[in-house]
C-alpha cells in the first residue's frame, strides 16, 4: 500500500523526534511491504524565518491533500515576540480548521515499566491508568470572536465560548464509538451549572447516551474532573469535553504517567485524514541535544497507522516494539532512573526500529 504523508517537523525537538518517528515507519515499511513517501513542509518558527509566515499556502495545500499529516512541534522563544497574526501556532489553528480535524484523541497511559515514575502514591497508580481524551478541537472558546475595547476608560477584553448542536454531536459520537472500542464506559465534562453552551452540550449528550445504551455514561463538572484526575484516575476510561476544558485536562493527565515525552496524539476529521503528533511542545530547553524522548511520536505513528492507514496490525507492531524497549531497560534522560541504560533520542528511534 502507498501512503503519503506530508511531514511537518516544525521547531526545537521537532525535526530529532520525528526523524526517529520515520525511522520506525520505514521499518513499517519494509516488514509489511507498504510505501510510506514523505513531503516536508515548513511550520511555525522555521516557517516564518523562511516565508514570513507560520506556514505557506502550498504548504497547506499540500497537508489538505495527503493521505495523513505528521507534526513534530512548532513554536520557541525566538518567535514569542513576532506579530500574533503570524505566530507560530497560528498555524497548528490554521490546519485544524482546514482540515477539519474536530477531534482530538490523547490516551493516557501509564506504562507498566514506568509506574515510579508517575507524581502520584502507589496507592493511586497501583491498578495502573489507561484513559483516552476525547477533545474538541475546532470550537468553543480559542475559535470564537475575541476583541479588546475601551470601556469607561479601562480596557476590557472578550472571548466568545461558542457551540452549535452538530459540533457538539459529532464529538460526541467518536467520544461514544470510542467507548465502545474500549471498557464501554463515557464521562462528559462540562460546567453546565454556569455556562449555557455547556448546557447545550449536556443535551446533545444526553440526547446520545440514549442511543449508545451500551456505554455507561455520566457527567462531571470540570472543576470535579480535574481532581478525580488526582484522587482516583482509574476511574476514567474515555473522556469527552470541549476544547479549552481538554487542552487543560489532557495536560493534567498527561503529567499522571511521569513524563509528556512518552504521549501521543491523533486529530481526526470526517474523512481518514488526520494529524498525529505528541501532546508536548518544541521543548527549546533541550532542543539540538539529541537527548529528547522520542516516544510520543513515534506512538503518534502507531495511531496514525491504526485511525487513518487501517493497519491494525502493523499499529501494534509499533506498540509493541516500544513496550520491548522499556521492558529491556532503555530510557531516555527524562525517564531515566538509576539502574537503566540511559539511551539519546537517536538510539531509541533505532532500538525501537529494530525491534519491528
Ligand atoms: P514543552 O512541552 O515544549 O516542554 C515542557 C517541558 O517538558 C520542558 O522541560 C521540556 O524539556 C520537556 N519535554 C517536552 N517534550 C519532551 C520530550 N519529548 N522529551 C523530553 N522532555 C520533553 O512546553 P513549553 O516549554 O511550555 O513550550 C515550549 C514551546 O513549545 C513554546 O513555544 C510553546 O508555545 C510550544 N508548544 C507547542 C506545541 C505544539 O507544537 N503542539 C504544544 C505546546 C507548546
Same mark, same amino acid.
Given at each position: 500500500?502507498?501512503?503519503?504523508?506530508?511531514?511537518?517537523?516544525?521547531?526545537?525537538?521537532?525535526?530529532?523526534?520525528?526523524?526517529?518517528?520515520?525511522?520506525?515507519?520505514?521499518?513499517?515499511?519494509?516488514?509489511? $511491504?507498504?510505501?510510506?513517501?514523505?513531503?516536508?513542509?515548513?511550520?511555525?518558527?522555521?516557517?516564518?524565518?523562511?516565508?514570513?509566515?507560520?506556514?505557506?499556502?502550498?504548504?497547506?495545500?499540500?497537508?489538505?491533500? #495527503?493521505?495523513?499529516?505528521?507534526?513534530?512541534?512548532?513554536?520557541? *522563544?525566538?518567535?514569542?515576540?513576532?506579530?500574533?497574526?503570524?505566530?507560530?501556532?497560528?498555524?497548528?489553528? #490554521?490546519?485544524?480548521?482546514?482540515?477539519?480535524?474536530?477531534?482530538?484523541?490523547? *490516551?493516557?497511559?501509564?506504562?507498566?515499566?514506568?509506574?515510579?515514575?508517575?507524581?502520584?502514591?502507589?496507592?493511586?497508580?497501583?491498578?495502573?491508568?489507561?484513559?483516552?481524551?476525547?477533545? @474538541?478541537?475546532?470550537?468553543?472558546?480559542?475559535?470564537?470572536?475575541?476583541?479588546?475595547?475601551?470601556?469607561?476608560?479601562?480596557?476590557?477584553?472578550?472571548? @466568545?465560548?461558542?457551540?452549535?448542536?452538530?459540533?457538539?454531536?459529532?464529538?460526541?459520537? +467518536?467520544?461514544?464509538? $470510542?467507548?465502545?472500542?474500549?471498557?464501554?464506559?463515557?464521562?462528559?465534562?462540562?460546567?453546565?451549572? +454556569?455556562?449555557?453552551?455547556?448546557?447545550?452540550?449536556?443535551?446533545?449528550?444526553?440526547?446520545?447516551?440514549?442511543?449508545?445504551?451500551?456505554?455507561?455514561?455520566?457527567? +462531571?463538572?470540570?472543576?470535579?474532573?480535574?481532581?478525580?484526575?488526582?484522587?482516583? *484516575?482509574?476511574?476514567?476510561?474515555?473522556?469527552?469535553?470541549?476544547?479549552?476544558?481538554?487542552?487543560?485536562?489532557?495536560? @493534567?493527565?498527561?503529567?499522571?504517567?511521569?513524563?509528556?515525552?512518552?504521549?501521543?496524539? #491523533?486529530?481526526?476529521?470526517?474523512?481518514?485524514?488526520?494529524?498525529?503528533?505528541?501532546?508536548?511542545?518544541?521543548? *527549546?530547553?533541550?532542543?539540538?541535544?539529541?537527548?529528547?524522548?522520542?516516544?510520543?511520536?513515534?506512538?503518534?505513528?502507531?495511531?496514525?497507522?491504526?485511525?487513518?492507514?487501517?493497519?491494525?496490525?502493523?499499529?501494534?507492531?509499533?506498540?509493541?516494539?516500544?513496550?520491548? #524497549?522499556?521492558?529491556?531497560?532503555?530510557?531516555?534522560?527524562?525517564?531515566?532512573?538509576?539502574?537503566?541504560?540511559?539511551?539519546?533520542?537517536?538510539?531509541?528511534?533505532?532500538?525501537?526500529?529494530?525491534?519491528?
Amino acid at each position: 500500500m502507498v501512503k503519503n504523508i506530508t511531514v511537518l517537523k516544525g521547531d526545537g525537538i521537532g525535526p530529532e523526534i520525528v526523524n526517529e518517528a520515520i525511522k520506525v515507519l520505514d521499518k513499517i515499511g519494509e516488514k509489511y $511491504s507498504h510505501s510510506f513517501k514523505y513531503t516536508e513542509v515548513d511550520i511555525g518558527g522555521c516557517s516564518i524565518d523562511k516565508h514570513g509566515v507560520p506556514i505557506t499556502k502550498e504548504g497547506m495545500e499540500l497537508c489538505k491533500s #495527503a493521505d495523513s499529516v505528521l507534526l513534530g512541534a512548532v513554536g520557541g *522563544p525566538k518567535w514569542d515576540s513576532v506579530d500574533p497574526s503570524i505566530r507560530p501556532e497560528k498555524a497548528l489553528l #490554521a490546519v485544524r480548521s482546514e482540515l477539519g480535524l474536530f477531534a482530538n484523541l490523547r *490516551p493516557t497511559k501509564l506504562f507498566a515499566q514506568l509506574a515510579d515514575s508517575s507524581p502520584l502514591k502507589e496507592s493511586i497508580v497501583g491498578n495502573g491508568i489507561d484513559l483516552m481524551i476525547v477533545r @474538541e478541537l475546532t470550537g468553543g472558546i480559542y475559535f470564537g470572536d475575541r476583541r479588546t475595547e475601551v470601556v469607561d476608560g479601562e480596557k476590557v477584553a472578550v472571548d @466568545e465560548m461558542k457551540y452549535s448542536e452538530h459540533e457538539i454531536e459529532r464529538i460526541g459520537r +467518536v467520544a461514544f464509538e $470510542s467507548a465502545r472500542k474500549r471498557s464501554h464506559r463515557l464521562a462528559s465534562v462540562d460546567k453546565a451549572n +454556569v455556562l449555557d453552551s455547556s448546557r447545550l452540550w449536556r443535551a446533545v449528550m444526553h440526547r446520545l447516551a440514549e442511543e449508545y445504551s451500551d456505554v455507561e455514561y455520566s457527567d +462531571v463538572l470540570v472543576d470535579n474532573a480535574a481532581m478525580q484526575l488526582i484522587k482516583n *484516575p482509574s476511574q476514567f476510561d474515555v473522556i469527552v469535553t470541549e476544547n479549552m476544558f481538554g487542552d487543560i485536562l489532557s495536560d @493534567e493527565a498527561s503529567m499522571l504517567t511521569g513524563s509528556i515525552g512518552m504521549m501521543p496524539s #491523533a486529530s481526526l476529521s470526517d474523512s481518514t485524514l488526520g494529524m498525529y503528533e505528541p501532546i508536548h511542545g518544541s521543548a *527549546p530547553d533541550i532542543a539540538g541535544m539529541d537527548i529528547a524522548n522520542p516516544i510520543g511520536t513515534i506512538m503518534s505513528c502507531a495511531m496514525m497507522l491504526r485511525y487513518s492507514f487501517d493497519m491494525v496490525k502493523e499499529a501494534d507492531d509499533i506498540e509493541a516494539a516500544v513496550n520491548k #524497549a522499556l521492558d529491556d531497560g532503555y530510557r531516555t534522560a527524562d525517564i531515566y532512573k538509576d539502574g537503566f541504560t540511559k539511551v539519546k533520542c537517536s538510539e531509541m528511534g533505532s532500538i525501537i526500529a529494530a525491534n519491528i
